[in-house]
């Protein structure tokens, strides 16, 4: 079974960027849809972003598109998540997501309930 791990959050001023990491072990991240979740105090899991196994596809929510970019390398058992222009409503926990999915279209790679592997998360500040 597949096991993650994030890393690379901190703190960061408004307009700041950083790349947060998921390293995949115990399977072969291939085999996974993924994807980043985020959770603010009081708040909902909020999905960010998710790609698909081979990493060809993806997709960004509304809040950070054009800002955040994810990717994969699959060689290295690697998630990636750029995020540019980081806002204040940025803060949060940040979590990677691996699914078991033959088939991947938008609408289920958004879905926090697709995803049954979960990190343990890493804390995004976003300072103004």
């Known amino acids: 079974q597949a096991q993650l791990v994030e890393s690379g959050g901190g703190l960061v001023q408004a307009g700041g960027s950083l790349r947060l990491s998921c390293v995949v072990s115990?399977?072969?991240?291939?085999?996974?849809?993924m994807g980043w979740f985020r959770q603010a105090p009081g708040k909902e899991r909020e999905f960010v972003s998710g790609i698909s196994r081979s990493g060809e596809r993806a997709v960004h929510a509304d809040s950070v598109k054009g800002r955040f970019t994810i990717s994969r390398d699959n060689a290295k058992n690697m998630m990636y998540l750029q995020m540019n222009s980081l806002k204040s409503e940025d803060t949060a926990v940040y979590y990677c997501?691996?699914?078991?999915?033959?088939?991947?279209?938008?609408?289920?790679?958004?879905?926090?309930?697709?995803?049954?592997?979960w990190g343990q998360g890493t804390q995004v500040t976003v300072s103004s």
């Open positions: 115990g399977s072969t991240a291939s085999n996974y849809a």
């Open positions: 997501a691996a699914a078991q999915l033959s088939i991947w279209d938008v609408y289920t790679a958004s879905k926090d309930r697709t995803y049954n592997y």
